[in-house]
């Protein structure tokens, strides 16, 4: 298929995807599995890796490598670099995320320490660590999951929400800077997305909820237009409006509002990875 071989030329023949063990993860390797990339699969359930990585291979013939490991583990980008050791990464993917839901006074001090560990340190390590080897060869892609959520302070998510905010400007900065070298950045600002994790913790559906798939492959085909993908036409009013339109302190109320049903999923404790 000419698609499949355009994209690894272009990018480069693996891709890295971080947090990929359901959901969104799933859905990133299965639309760059279906361009052609072969895949490094990390999260921290082994099982689900290897029954992507499966499915990945039979479905479309490409190699499928799992590494199963804590992100915010000691050691872990040492880890990630001999897995990858003798890999042509041309893409990477951060998926992987902590959530912990509810107020800032009743969330345990080491699970807003995880927050950071795993959404802010960890991206900002890995991607220091593989990102010169992309710029030496000359190509490459970065897609850092950010939220809608970063645009403003969103009650009951205030730690993670702020954490999107930094790997949204992190995005930002990275794709000026290497837009020169031959790699394309970008932060993909989503909303609700309907995942296992979504369920879990949510009581009724948000306005502009998509399907992973829906999310990933929006994301992936906005690589090279520039540092902010938003998925979905509600998404991207719903942006503009808090944004652009509504005092500080409306947008702020409207994000409490929408957080006011989520609960804390009991087995992954707010867990994307």
């Known amino acids: 298929m000419k698609r499949n071989r355009l994209f ?7 891709a890295l995807i971080l947090g990929a063990s359901e959901g969104l993860g799933a859905a990133f390797a299965q639309a760059l599995a279906g361009r052609g990339m072969n895949l490094l699969l990390v999260a921290r359930r082994g099982e689900l890796l ?3 990585a499966d499915s990945c291979r039979q479905r479309f013939g490409v190699e499928a490598l799992c590494l199963a490991a804590d992100l915010a583990a000691p050691g872990f980008t040492e880890r990630l670099q001999a897995a990858a050791e003798g890999l042509e990464l041309g893409v990477v993917v951060y998926n992987a995320a902590y959530a912990p839901v509810g107020g800032f006074l009743s969330v345990e001090a080491e699970d807003l320490s995880r927050v950071i560990e795993v959404n802010v340190r960890a991206p900002v ?3 220091r660590s593989l990102l010169p080897s992309m710029a030496a060869r000359g190509r490459g892609a970065v897609i850092l999951m950010s939220s809608l959520a970063s645009g403003q302070g969103t009650p009951r998510i205030a730690t993670y929400a702020a954490s999107k905010a930094f790997n949204r400007i992190l995005a930002e900065g990275l794709w000026f800077e290497l837009k020169d070298s031959g790699i394309d950045a970008i932060a993909c600002c989503a909303g609700a997305i309907r995942t296992p994790g979504y ?7 948000a306005p502009g909820a998509r399907d992973p798939a829906f999310v990933a492959e929006r994301a992936i085909r906005s690589l090279g237009h520039g540092p902010i993908a938003i998925p979905g036409f509600v998404n991207a009013a719903a ?12 947008a702020i109320g409207l994000m409490a509002g929408s957080t006011s049903g989520l ?3 009991p087995s992954s404790r707010g867990e994307r990875a």
């Not at 942006?239 to 409306?250: D, F, K, Q, S």
């Open 50 to 52: 290897a029954r992507l």
């Open 125 to 127: 390590l890995i991607l």
């Open 263 to 265: 609960r804390q999923p």
């Open 199 to 205: 369920a879990s913790a949510g009581g009724r559906e």
């Open 8 to 14: 690894p030329d272009r990018y480069g023949p693996w």
């Open 239 to 250: 942006a503009w409006v808090m944004g652009r339109l509504l005092p500080r302190r409306a």
